[in-house]
């Protein structure tokens, strides 16, 4: 059936952008695929991102693109292909392996913790940033309140990213569509990640917001050095702030370029472009 | 020839635990719920059979039928005032309501009847036939469960597949808001599912006090608990998984008694639902359940 | 703090009363068990309110206690022969026995979720109630003998003593329990539980129950957690059962069946998931309120399972909470169960 290659050759076409090109991608991805029983969601999957870099994914629903981050984080087991973050092969790592190795992420369906604060669930983002002891917590040992002010502290300072911070005592599950989409942003660049993965960040908000989040995420992106791959159908927001996209359609790349690239492939134009948005 | 004795006598009990058994997966399989009351429901069915019977004097036929009518009632009851409410809640909200009908039904019957345990004689009145110069002995009673095992799996089985409100079941249980779409009524189906299950409890009840004839307002507590087990093991929400778990944990019961310990035999059976949720997470026969992210 | 002060605050209230000789000997009997209850209703709350997992079987746990603090306190008669801090031995053993039962079941139990999880809770509770009916335990010149025929079969010797006796549960104990030892119990309970719940570990438990998936998108062992607020909470229900049976002669291995794991999951239910205080005000409210209804015995129970009936159709159905609502404008705590949604979409 499928092919288990774990020998990474630099997948076809790289977009790593030039500042980046000396040094080795932050993710190589080869050959990667999944099938749930006959259906083949993703399928020879190769991509490679650059440090720093603020990568694209598009493509029609049900494209698979969903998937690969799901893939790329281990929910779901890939039946082929291999990942390297930052040169180390995920292969025998789990969800929780994968976070602490780099890789951070949002819901396209939003998964808060909602019936805890803001300032929790931001927190339990730092889970393996400020870290102490169980029986500190529960004895209330020394350490405890230094780490806990920290904790505090850390969490203010990533809430004022999206000026939160006097929400941070409401409940997560109360807030507005797109405060818990921000929300949910600042948790994942809570633990640390060398690569981010926003699943329609922009989803359900109106221009101005999107607006506000394409500078926010170039900000993030250049405060922190880190990657972003993201998956987005607002047009703009891709073309606006995306070094390199991929395009993909039932499960395979048709696409990889720049903004102006793929917008003059004629593959694209009849798969996704043409369409307009779903 | 003893253990033969033994393997039947544990069929004829699974039989009974499998026809409850059936009325708790059924009831999961339509309406996502764990009826903790439906053990309590049995208990109600054997006390209306032994008043039929010994108060009023009436042929065991009719208590039976009886029986049947009154729990169909009160499950719809039951379904109409303490779980309808509840559709749209948390499943342990419901779970806890269930307990709480479980509690009253018990209570009622405390009041009703009186802690004393009833002594029922068996409404089957069918000798038992003995084979091999009376080594092999099966009593009325567990022919009868086990033939009344075998035509309700048949006739649900039936209604399942060929009548339309087996196919309403079959479209709620797989998806509700598909099912309501298509014009199903989600509230009659799930009401004729209790009438269904209650039904099936009122003749487990029967067969039960008639197999081990005690009758308490706790008697149908445990023969609850061990049905639902059955079903679990089946495979919650299966028919035959439930037919399959209720005759397996009937044997391992009756053996288990027999050849290992009396007082442990229960620890075994749930020590063997562990082994094979453990396994198969969702039963012997269960679906396996896909969360998309 | 309020919590504490409630419970400090009853305590000092009971004791004065007492003092003045205004209880009466029936709630007297009652002292004990109402604080092992209590203990028992907040340790399961962790599981079920703070983890979000239904467990059906945490008599089990309290089974443990009660025997292994039994069996402490009458091997350490004559080597400790202070009550209270023979007491204290036992809580500690009961709730170490009763944490690695909690351990060891939660191995398989937590691979599973939801509605398989809760019925493998209650058989295991079931298992251990019938595994310790039919233990035989004893003290005599050669150390502690465990059989399982009989009391006799144990060969003791001379001066030996039964201590569990099979079917009849554990006979002859001496009553070391005391209210005050129940009111510090119930102090460390609270002490242990709320700080857990206010600290990383805590948060990371609460995580898991509101969205397992997230909980292991930012790095969060979801095993290790829902293991961290199960053996706590088994442990817990060791010490309470420890302190419960020492309060009787004897014990009987069937008082911790599914009907008292249930009694306690009410008591958590009706006091508000994830509601430390409210544990406590249910338990104590309920544990009492059948000692008071004396005079209604026979409906008690009755009205019990209607007011268990109608508190979660009041708190959970949507067109009649939002009734409440309407008439008690800005009231937040109901006990209202929050889902541990895993959004099986
Ligand atoms: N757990 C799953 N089981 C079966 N099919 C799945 C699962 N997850 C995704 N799919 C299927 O894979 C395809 C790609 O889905 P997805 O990655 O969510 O698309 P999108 O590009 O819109 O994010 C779809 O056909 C979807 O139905
Ligand atoms: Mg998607």
Redesign the pocket.
């Given at each position: 059936m499928s092919d288990k290659t774990r020998m990474v050759p630099l997948p076809s076409k790289a977009i790593v952008p030039e500042r980046d090109a000396l040094e080795r991608p932050i993710l190589e991805v080869s050959r990667l695929g999944i099938n749930?029983?006959g259906?083949v969601?993703?399928e020879d999957f190769n991509i490679a991102v650059g440090r720093t870099e603020i990568c694209g994914l598009i493509?029609?629903?049900?494209?698979?693109?969903?998937?690969?981050?799901?893939l790329l984080t281990k929910v779901?087991q890939p039946t082929s292909g291999a990942i390297l973050l930052d040169g180390q092969d995920t292969a025998s790592m789990n969800t929780v392996q994968v976070n602490q190795a780099g890789i951070a992420r949002t819901f396209?369906n939003i998964r808060l913790f909602p019936s805890l604060s803001v300032e929790d669930n931001v927190k339990i983002g730092l889970h393996n940033q400020v870290r102490y002891p169980l029986i500190t917590g529960v004895f209330r040992l020394p350490g405890f309140f230094r780490a806990e002010r920290q904790a505090k502290d850390q969490a203010m300072e990533l809430l004022s990213i999206f000026d939160m911070t006097d929400l941070a005592s409401k409940k997560a599950g109360s807030l507005p569509y797109g405060a818990q989409r921000r929300l949910e942003f600042l948790r994942a660049l809570a633990t640390n990640p060398k690569l981010l993965l926003l699943?329609e960040p922009a989803a359900g908000m109106n221009p101005s917001e999107t607006e506000e989040l394409m500078a926010s995420i170039k900000k993030i992106r250049d405060r922190f050095q880190i990657a972003i791959m993201l998956?987005e159908h607002d047009m703009r927001l891709v073309m606006g702030i995306c070094e390199g996209i991929a395009v993909?359609n039932y499960?395979k790349i048709i696409a990889k370029g720049t903004a102006s690239e793929i917008q003059d492939n004629p593959e694209v134009i009849e798969a996704y472009l043409g369409k307009k948005k779903e | 020839m003893t253990f033969l004795t033994y393997l039947i006598s544990g069929i004829s009990l699974g039989s009974i635990y499998a026809i409850i058994a059936l009325g708790y997966t059924m009831v999961y399989g339509i309406a996502k719920m764990l009826n903790f009351a439906h053990g309590d429901v049995i208990m109600i069915g054997g006390y209306v059979s032994y008043m039929v019977t010994t108060e009023l004097g009436w042929s065991p036929l009719v208590s039976v039928l009886a029986a049947m009518a009154v729990c169909t009632l009160l499950g719809v009851l039951i379904e109409q005032l303490a779980y309808k409410p509840l559709r749209a809640a948390p499943s342990l909200a419901v779970l806890i309501t269930a307990i709480g009908v479980s509690y009253f039904l018990q209570n009622a019957a405390l009041l009703l009847f009186s802690a004393n345990p009833k002594s029922f004689s068996s409404v089957v009145p069918i000798d038992s036939i003995r084979l091999f110069e009376g080594k092999l002995v099966i009593s009325g009673t567990a022919i009868v469960a086990v033939i009344a095992c075998a035509i309700i799996i048949l006739g649900l089985t039936w209604l399942i597949n060929k009548t339309k409100i087996g196919k309403a079941m079959r479209a709620v249980s797989e998806d509700k808001h598909a099912a309501q779409l298509m014009g199903v009524s989600i509230n009659k189906t799930i009401s004729v599912t209790f009438a269904i299950g209650s039904a099936l409890a009122a003749v487990a009840g029967v067969l039960l006090v008639s197999a081990y004839p005690i009758l308490m307002p706790t008697t149908g507590a445990m023969p609850g608990i061990k049905a639902f087990t059955a079903a679990v093991f089946g495979g919650i929400g299966s028919i035959p998984g439930a037919f399959l778990g209720g005759i397996l944990l009937g044997i391992i019961e009756i053996l288990g008694k027999a050849y290992i310990s009396t007082q442990l035999s229960d620890a075994i059976v749930f020590a063997v639902l562990i082994i094979i949720l453990l396994v198969k997470p969702t039963g012997l026969l269960g679906k396996k359940v896909?969360?998309?992210? | 703090m309020l919590t504490y002060g409630l419970v400090i605050a009853a305590y000092i209230i009971l004791r004065i009363l007492l003092a003045g000789g205004h209880v009466s000997s029936a709630l007297q009997g009652q002292l004990v068990p109402i604080t092992a209850y209590i203990v028992m209703a907040v340790s399961l709350n962790l599981t079920v309110g703070v983890l979000g997992e239904l467990s059906l079987g945490h008599a089990g746990f309290m089974s443990v206690g009660a025997f292994t603090g039994v069996i402490t306190s009458a091997s350490l008669t004559s080597s400790v022969p202070e009550p209270a801090l023979r007491l204290l031995f036992a809580l500690i053993a009961g709730g170490i026995a009763a944490g690695l039962f909690g351990f060891l079941i939660g191995i398989p139990v937590l691979r599973l979720h939801g509605d398989y999880l809760a019925i493998v809770t209650l058989a295991f509770g079931e298992i251990i109630k019938n595994v310790v009916n039919t233990l035989y335990v004893g003290i005599g010149q050669s150390g502690l003998k465990i059989g399982m025929t009989s009391g006799n079969a144990l060969n003791l010797g001379e001066g030996g003593k039964v201590i569990l006796n099979g079917p009849m549960g554990a006979i002859g104990v001496q009553k070391i329990s005391s209210f005050t030892a129940g009111f510090i119990l119930i102090l460390v309970t609270l002490f242990i539980i709320l700080n857990l719940i206010d600290s990383r570990a805590g948060r990371a438990i609460m995580a898991v129950r509101d969205n397992k998936i997230a909980a292991e998108s930012v790095g969060i062992s979801v095993w290790r957690y829902r293991m961290t607020a199960f053996v706590t909470s088994a442990a817990l229900a060791g010490a309470a059962g420890a302190l419960y049976a020492l309060n009787y002669s004897t014990v009987i291995a069937r008082k911790f069946d599914f009907n008292t794991s249930i009694l306690v999951l009410v008591f958590v239910v009706l006091g508000g998931m994830g509601n430390i205080r409210g544990s406590i005000i249910a338990a104590t409210v309920l544990t009492i309120l059948p000692e008071v209804l004396r005079a209604f015995n026979n409906v008690r129970m009755l009205i019990y399972a209607v007011i268990l009936i109608l508190v979660m159709l009041a708190t959970n159905n949507v067109r009649l909470r939002a009734w409440f609502q309407r008439i008690r404008p800005g009231n937040g705590k109901t006990p209202v169960i929050s889902g541990g949604g895993d959004g099986h979409e």
């Open positions: 749930f029983g259906l969601a993703v493509g029609p629903n049900g494209a698979g693109k969903t998937t690969i981050f799901n779901y396209q699943d998956i993909i499960g | 896909l969360v998309k992210v | -």
